[in-house]
């Protein structure tokens, strides 16, 4: 690619190419995932009898695939130089007498390491690691613009005004190396099959040329339309609008060729992909793009049509329904130092999946205690997490009354990951990061509490009401079988469920993201990608922007200081408009 400054790139409107699916399928992800997988079956049943986690000699945990390569007993894309793998092949490994290894198993094991594996480093998905894979020459703005135009016009042009593009190239600039890029590429896939009302999965797809940190996404695949796009690109503080800039003709090029029936140009078509993650998943978009109401009961009929949760729960405890209501209740809570009780409603009619709330407390006192008050107990607030049509999750957060909240009062609930909010439960993000498998399998311990107690509890009507709410068998069942679903999405939008941080720590790939994007200090160079200039560049203008001396030496600035930095940065470097006031004003 040719920057537009190098090139003199005129911006020629854009003309249409052969037509091309505007989507992608699973990327090769989905292969390699597989393919690991079952690398570590296959070392395991051969060779983990002698080299487990004792071994032989200086050879121990052989499906640890990572130290294979570390200690050279693999060879990153290269079976051929493997020694693990060459033993395997000529018979060596495992020993006489015992069976060789199939072929079939053998095809695999030469799969991974020829397609899949990577050189230690470049393997984490961990995006708070310090980078290590700088390229040997960053991606100009004008490079990645000409990369954009070149996608779309690989597609119909009666497509191109549903067509967005959303950034990580500042992270491949800045160093990040091909596992911590995929990781944003899982957020990514995963932030908007959260956020989508479509029966089918949307994917992603990586702009050529991009380094697999550019995507294109398609409006239609999330039931996104330009308006909600813009509202987004507006709320972003890293939004650019490059079209101002004579610099970049391909930009002007591009917002017009996205222009809609009423002719409007698309000034924002780009978004830095970090603080679209951030933004997305939190209130008050992630409330407006999933549409939650303002109410419980709304929102169970709206996405759920469930018409009476209260109804339907006191006619499975008088035993007038059967098998619409479960309950389960528990002493523990994960998110609270109180007891919890959990409800699911079945989903009528042709809508599938599920629709589970909780019931919070910010004490075990009186009518708060659900072993003494099993039916007539008094919640403070709740959670709610309910199927979407492409089998991903969403959710909700109540007060005591049912009334929709941003994020649940931390003397009832408490998120201990959400470091920047007093650790609160912040719907959308706490609930993505915390239900990481879907839906969390809890056992039920208030019937068998009950039934153990039954002189304490009168009339006879409540012990009946308990062993109607609470199923002494399938609760777990039930609960495993939502799970089993969510987790089912996942796999076929290739997105793993967790991401092992460099701590050992594992953490859903959108929170780790998120992670990554608040709690890493931004360095001279990371704040220069960011911006799309070079640290030298960028200490040019600390007369504009004092605050940018700050980062002299090896000093850094905390995300909530850039993001005020940001927009007069790229001003006073010429390189677009930040937050565009015609972009951003209705209308």
């Given at each position: 690619?040719?920057?537009?400054?190098?090139?003199?790139?005129?911006?020629?409107?854009?003309?249409?190419?052969?037509?091309?699916?505007?989507?992608?399928?699973?990327?090769?992800?989905?292969?390699?995932?597989?393919?690991?997988?079952?690398?570590?079956?296959?070392?395991?049943?051969?060779?983990?009898?002698?080299?487990?986690?004792?071994?032989?000699?200086?050879?121990?945990?052989?499906?640890?695939?990572?130290?294979?390569?570390?200690?050279?007993?693999?060879?990153?894309?290269?079976?051929?130089?493997?020694?693990?793998?060459?033993?395997?092949?000529?018979?060596?490994?495992?020993?006489?007498?015992?069976?060789?290894?199939?072929?079939?198993?053998?095809?695999?094991?030469?799969?991974?390491?020829?397609?899949?594996?990577?050189?230690?480093?470049?393997?984490?998905?961990?995006?708070?690691?310090?980078?290590?894979?700088?390229?040997?020459?960053?991606?100009?703005?004008?490079?990645?613009?000409?990369?954009?135009?070149?996608?779309?016009?690989?597609?119909?042009?009666?497509?191109?005004?549903?067509?967005?593009?959303?950034?990580?190239?500042?992270?491949?600039?800045?160093?990040?190396?091909?596992?911590?890029?995929?990781?944003?590429?899982?957020?990514?896939?995963?932030?908007?099959?959260?956020?989508?009302?479509?029966?089918?999965?949307?994917?992603?797809?990586?702009?050529?040329?991009?380094?697999?940190?550019?995507?294109?996404?398609?409006?239609?695949?999330?039931?996104?339309?330009?308006?909600?796009?813009?509202?987004?690109?507006?709320?972003?503080?890293?939004?650019?609008?490059?079209?101002?800039?004579?610099?970049?003709?391909?930009?002007?090029?591009?917002?017009?060729?996205?222009?809609?029936?009423?002719?409007?140009?698309?000034?924002?078509?780009?978004?830095?992909?970090?603080?679209?993650?951030?933004?997305?998943?939190?209130?008050?978009?992630?409330?407006?793009?999933?549409?939650?109401?303002?109410?419980?009961?709304?929102?169970?009929?709206?996405?759920?049509?469930?018409?009476?949760?209260?109804?339907?729960?006191?006619?499975?405890?008088?035993?007038?329904?059967?098998?619409?209501?479960?309950?389960?209740?528990?002493?523990?809570?994960?998110?609270?130092?109180?007891?919890?009780?959990?409800?699911?409603?079945?989903?009528?009619?042709?809508?599938?999946?599920?629709?589970?709330?909780?019931?919070?407390?910010?004490?075990?006192?009186?009518?708060?205690?659900?072993?003494?008050?099993?039916?007539?107990?008094?919640?403070?607030?709740?959670?709610?997490?309910?199927?979407?049509?492409?089998?991903f999750q969403g959710y909700m957060i109540v007060d005591g009354l049912?009334?929709?909240?941003?994020?649940?009062?931390?003397?009832?609930?408490?998120?201990?990951?959400?470091?920047?909010?007093?650790?609160?439960?912040?719907?959308?993000?706490?609930?993505?990061?915390?239900h990481s498998s879907g839906i969390i399998v809890k056992a039920d311990?208030?019937?068998?509490?009950?039934?153990?107690?039954?002189?304490?509890?009168?009339?006879?009507?409540?012990?009946?009401?308990?062993?109607?709410?609470?199923?002494?068998?399938?609760?777990?069942?039930?609960?495993?079988?939502?799970?089993?679903?969510?987790?089912?999405?996942?796999?076929?939008?290739?997105?793993?469920?967790?991401?092992?941080?460099?701590?050992?720590?594992?953490?859903?790939?959108?929170?780790?993201?998120?992670?990554?994007?608040?709690?890493?200090?931004?360095?001279?160079?990371?704040?220069?990608?960011?911006?799309?200039?070079?640290?030298?560049?960028?200490?040019?203008?600390?007369?504009?922007?004092?605050?940018?001396?700050?980062l002299y030496g090896s000093g850094t600035l905390t995300r909530e200081?850039?993001?005020?930095?940001?927009?007069?940065?790229?001003?006073?470097?010429?390189?677009?408009?930040?937050?565009?006031?015609?972009?951003?004003?209705?209308?």
């Amino acid at each position: 690619m040719t920057s537009a400054t190098e090139s003199g790139t005129t911006g020629d409107p854009v003309t249409p190419a052969n037509d091309a699916p505007t989507t992608g399928g699973p990327p090769e992800a989905v292969a390699c995932e597989s393919r690991r997988n079952q690398t570590q079956e296959i070392l395991q049943a051969h060779c983990g009898g002698c080299h487990g986690d004792q071994g032989k000699g200086d050879f121990s945990n052989v499906t640890d695939l990572e130290a294979l390569i570390a200690t050279g007993k693999i060879t990153p894309k290269a079976p051929a130089d493997s020694y693990l793998y060459q033993r395997i092949v000529k018979g060596e490994m495992p020993p006489a007498p015992n069976a060789p290894v199939p072929a079939d198993e053998q095809a695999v094991l030469e799969a991974w390491i020829g397609e899949c594996s990577t050189p230690i480093g470049q393997e984490s998905g961990d995006p708070q690691r310090p980078p290590e894979c700088a390229p040997e020459a960053p991606v100009t703005t004008g490079e990645w613009l000409n990369a954009i135009q070149a996608d779309l016009l690989t597609l119909d042009p009666n497509d191109w005004k549903f067509q967005r593009y959303v950034s990580f190239i500042e992270l491949y600039n800045f160093g990040y190396c091909p596992g911590q890029l995929t990781t944003y590429h899982h957020a990514l896939t995963k932030v908007l099959n959260s956020l989508s009302d479509q029966t089918e999965l949307g994917f992603p797809v990586a702009v050529a040329g991009s380094h697999d940190a550019i995507f294109r996404v398609d409006l239609r695949d999330y039931g996104w339309n330009a308006d909600l796009w813009d509202r987004i690109a507006c709320a972003n503080p890293y939004s650019i609008d490059y079209g101002v800039n004579e610099a970049y003709p391909v930009a002007a090029a591009i917002q017009d060729a996205l222009k809609n029936e009423k002719g409007t140009e698309v000034a924002l078509f780009v978004q830095p992909g970090r603080p679209f993650i951030n933004i997305v998943t939190r209130p008050p978009l992630y409330h407006d793009i999933l549409e939650i109401p303002e109410t419980l009961a709304q929102l169970a009929l709206i996405k759920s049509g469930i018409v009476d949760l209260a109804g339907n729960a006191l006619a499975e405890q008088n035993n007038e329904i059967e098998d619409i209501v479960h309950r389960a209740g528990f002493y523990v809570s994960g998110v609270s130092d109180s007891n919890r009780m959990i409800e699911r409603q079945r989903v009528p009619g042709e809508k599938a999946g599920y629709f589970w709330h909780s019931f919070d407390f910010g004490d075990n006192d009186g009518p708060r205690d659900i072993f003494a008050h099993p039916l007539d107990f008094q919640a403070d607030g709740g959670e709610v997490i309910f199927s979407l049509p492409n089998g991903f999750q969403g959710y909700m957060i109540v007060d005591g009354l049912g009334q929709r909240i941003e994020a649940a009062p931390t003397a009832v609930v408490k998120d201990p990951d959400n470091q920047e909010v007093a650790y609160a439960v912040v719907n959308g993000i706490s609930c993505i990061g915390c239900h990481s498998s879907g839906i969390i399998v809890k056992a039920d311990e208030i019937r068998a509490h009950v039934e153990s107690n039954m002189e304490d509890y009168t009339p006879q009507s409540i012990i009946v009401g308990v062993q109607n709410l609470h199923p002494e068998e399938n609760v777990i069942e039930i609960q495993q079988k939502d799970s089993n679903r969510f987790m089912g999405a996942l796999e076929a939008a290739a997105v793993p469920h967790v991401i092992e941080a460099g701590n050992g720590q594992l953490i859903e790939p959108i929170r780790i993201a998120d992670f990554a994007f608040l709690r890493v200090n931004l360095t001279k160079e990371l704040a220069a990608a960011e911006i799309g200039t070079s640290p030298e560049k960028l200490l040019s203008i600390e007369q504009t922007v004092p605050d940018i001396a700050l980062l002299y030496g090896s000093g850094t600035l905390t995300r909530e200081d850039f993001v005020d930095v940001f927009a007069p940065s790229v001003e006073a470097l010429q390189i677009g408009d930040a937050q565009p006031l015609a972009a951003c004003t209705p209308g």
